[in-house]
């Protein structure tokens, strides 16, 4: 059976007061692991916005920790908080776990009715608690999809959804973590993920370091291994769901939804309820961050077009409800009927 072998990429360091936060920064992996401390909430923003931390559960759960460091750091009604908490904010626009995880913060601070040292040492108690309620939700969904693996599973996954996406174990690789531990794994399939390669980078050094069944596969190659009937199963994370089950992913999903529509495998996308979002009504809402395309014409700070080439860098992608065979979440699973499978597991009427 296979152990237990998740770990945290985000960790707060000493007390309310004079405590840091510190991130494994995965713009280094997997030749480096090196950690970024952030002392203030400007720092936690642009890791956020340069990807040192990545993942929607991981950057709501890193959202937390910036909002403790910007009441910590600056006056109640003053210009300067108010331009850290816009900071932390607007660093990614589609992840909706970072606007959920600061809108839990502000409850709180708005809540106590405190200021100072008890309010930072209530503020950090939350944030600290998003962490293992994420946990708790990750352990939760990976039982509730290895159900759903048939024996010797063979899948195929893309971008990073593990523990350097969230607070261990992971979404969709959480569930293929416990098919593992179940003893029904055959075989992983990681797409590199064009253009940041988080699943080159990320996702295969997570299942190796796991010692798991993986092979990495470029972009176009998911097609061919759907047609020669190696794949068994697709299982994806999210950064948005709307209310109709419309799904916003690391670019190039939606893609690999309808391939897996033709050739009749089962797509699942694997999520926290933090995740879902009811106010946003369909994936024609979901705004889509769009990305510097250096990340496009360049790898690792090496160009690979010519100078001067133009690029696109949408970075996620919208798949249509209809094409996702059921959304696993620490509640329940939806399968189908998304508008109204979604609002139960909510607990909205």
Not at 40 to 56: F, L, N, Q
Not at 60 to 86: C, F, I, K, M, N
Not at 169 to 175: F, Q, S
Not at 333 to 344: F, K, M, N, P, Q
């Amino acid at each position: 059976m296979q152990q237990d072998t998740w770990f945290r990429a985000v960790r707060w360091t000493g007390g309310a007061r004079d405590g840091a936060l510190e991130l494994l920064d995965q713009r280094l992996l997997p030749g480096q692991e090196t950690w970024l401390t952030c002392r203030t909430a400007a720092d936690v923003a642009a890791a956020i916005h340069t990807m040192a931390v990545r993942g929607a559960p991981a950057i709501g759960w890193t959202a937390a920790y910036g909002a403790v460091l910007a009441y910590r750091d600056t006056h109640p009604g003053t210009a300067e908080r108010a331009s850290q908490w816009g900071l932390l904010h607007d660093a990614r626009p589609t992840a909706v776990n970072l606007h959920w995880a600061l809108r839990r913060m502000a409850a709180v601070a708005q809540d106590c009715g405190l200021d100072g040292d008890e309010l930072i040492e209530r503020l950090l108690a939350e944030a600290h608690a998003i962490g293992e309620e994420d946990l708790a939700a990750n352990l939760a969904m990976g039982a509730l999809g290895a159900e759903l693996m048939p024996e010797r599973a063979r899948i195929l996954t893309h971008c990073n959804t593990g523990s350097l996406a969230t607070a261990g174990v992971g979404t969709a690789l959480g569930v293929i973590r416990a098919t593992a531990k179940a003893g029904k794994l055959e075989h992983v399939y990681a797409d590199e993920t064009r253009p940041y390669l988080q699943g080159a980078r990320l996702t295969v050094w997570e299942l190796m370091r796991d010692s798991l069944p993986v092979s990495l596969v470029t972009d176009g190659m998911p097609g061919y291994l759907m047609q020669q009937g190696l794949v068994h199963a697709v299982i994806v994370g999210a950064d948005r769901i709307a209310a109709n089950g419309d799904t916003a992913n690391k670019i190039g999903t939606y893609g690999l939804a309808v391939l897996a529509h033709h050739h009749g495998i089962p797509f699942y996308v694997a999520a926290p309820t933090s995740t879902v979002d009811l106010n946003t009504a369909s994936g024609r809402q979901i705004p889509i961050e769009q990305r510097s395309a250096a990340e496009v014409t360049e790898l690792a700070g090496v160009a690979i077009a010519p100078a001067g080439a133009r690029a696109e860098h949408p970075a996620f992608d919208v798949t249509p409800g209809e094409l996702i065979t059921g959304i696993i979440t620490e509640r329940g699973v939806a399968l189908g009927s998304y508008t109204v499978r979604l609002r139960e597991l909510m607990n909205q009427p």
